[in-house]
């Protein structure tokens, strides 16, 4: 099998110390195994900035989706009403979500390459006294741009109203400061900017607002209550966990703290994100986003100008030299993505740009 490195938002290329504790088989009811889920559970706290008085977690099997889904069904009671603010393909997921679940929402949707805004926020908040939630992603990945969540959570605390951050991309890659913000519900993954690989979701949840979603939940599997519950006594998931991804994510959080915690790992996507940027630049290739609201996650660029060859066409001679990378999903513009993240290093950038410059000179 050719090998080859993943510049994708995740899953993400890992290391070879986290993918070898995948080699041991572990017991779901053993005592080490869940104490190793009661330390995961503490860790994301302290990556959170946030005490084990006024927050808790949740590890959910599945991927991001399933864990942004839990939420949704879970804290949404009946005679309740989300406000999604969406500028992308997963602020649009949640609305699906709701419009399965039966949820009451209602969507406020900007351009791709526009941050949500957080007087529009308020002015929906101050039209609809119905609206008893609101969510939103951090980075959205459909463009890389990076959202403003701390105008939106200011704007949203001072209603009343509970919180809901997808932070799928971003947590442990850039740093959030969920208490002060007054995040009630923030929602990641075991395969992004902690490294680990694909098999759960994590919540990190405001007590007393979990606390006040018990019976609400619209799905068994997904209810994030029930799941808490009895992790909480003792560290035993309610239904068989993933453990070999267990074990990976608890050795990718060891290394998160050995390269120097979120503040490091922070500095080495954004060197990557600016090698990328500028060197793709001098090959005429543009961001879709500006500099201003541009994350350090994953970047969207325009085609050069009169290209004449496919995304297949470039990801196929880009992957036989090594890298994989990812294709637009803005659906008004020819674009491709490229993600920074994962163990990868600013050497890694300058290799793919050169590829890709060869690759357009070869087009020529």
């Known amino acids: 099998m050719k090998n080859y490195k993943l510049l994708t938002p995740g899953p993400l290329t890992t290391t070879d110390t986290v993918k070898k504790e995948m080699l041991f088989d572990h017991c779901t009811w053993d005592d080490d195994y869940k104490q190793i889920t009661q330390e995961i559970r503490r860790e994301l706290l302290k990556l959170a900035h946030v005490s084990e008085e006024d927050y808790t977690v949740v590890l959910m099997q599945g991927s991001g989706t399933f864990g942004v889904e839990s939420v949704l069904t879970s804290v949404i009671g009946e005679g309740e009403k989300l406000l999604i603010a969406a500028n992308g393909a997963y602020g649009k997921r949640m609305a699906s979500i709701a419009d399965h679940a ?97 098999g759960f979701s994590f919540i990190i949840c405001r007590r007393d607002k979990l606390m006040e979603s018990k019976g609400k939940a619209r799905s068994l599997s997904l209810d994030l209550y029930d799941q808490w519950e009895t992790m909480e006594k003792d560290g035993k998931w309610r239904f ?99 993600g920074n993240i994962g163990e990868i290093y600013p050497e890694d950038m300058v290799k793919v740009t050169a590829i890709i410059s060869e690759f357009l000179k070869e087009k020529e």
């Open 240 to 338: 068989t966990s993933p453990t070999h991804v267990v074990l990976a994510f608890r050795q990718a959080l060891r290394e998160l703290e050995e390269e120097g915690g979120i503040e490091k790992r922070h500095e080495r996507y954004v060197k990557n994100n600016q090698i990328l940027i500028e060197n793709l630049g001098r090959l005429g290739i543009k961001p879709y986003v500006g500099a201003d609201v541009q994350g350090p996650i994953i970047t969207t660029f325009y085609y050069p100008e009169h290209h004449n060859f496919s995304f297949q066409e470039m990801y196929r001679y880009i992957k036989d030299r090594g890298y994989a990378i990812y294709p637009g999903k803005v659906t008004d513009a020819d674009t491709f993505r490229i």
């Open 102 to 198: 039966g949820i009451p929402y209602v969507l406020y949707e900007e351009d791709f390459d526009k941050v949500p805004d957080a007087d529009k926020i308020a002015s929906y908040l101050d039209a609809d006294a119905g609206i008893t939630h609101v969510s939103m992603v951090h980075s959205e990945t459909t463009s890389g741009i990076l959202n403003d969540i701390e105008s939106v959570a200011k704007v949203v605390k001072e209603r009343g109203k509970t919180f809901i951050v997808d932070a799928m991309s971003s947590f442990g890659g850039v740093d959030i400061q969920v208490g002060e913000l007054g995040i009630d519900f923030i929602i990641s993954s075991a395969n992004k900017c902690i490294q680990g690989v694909p």
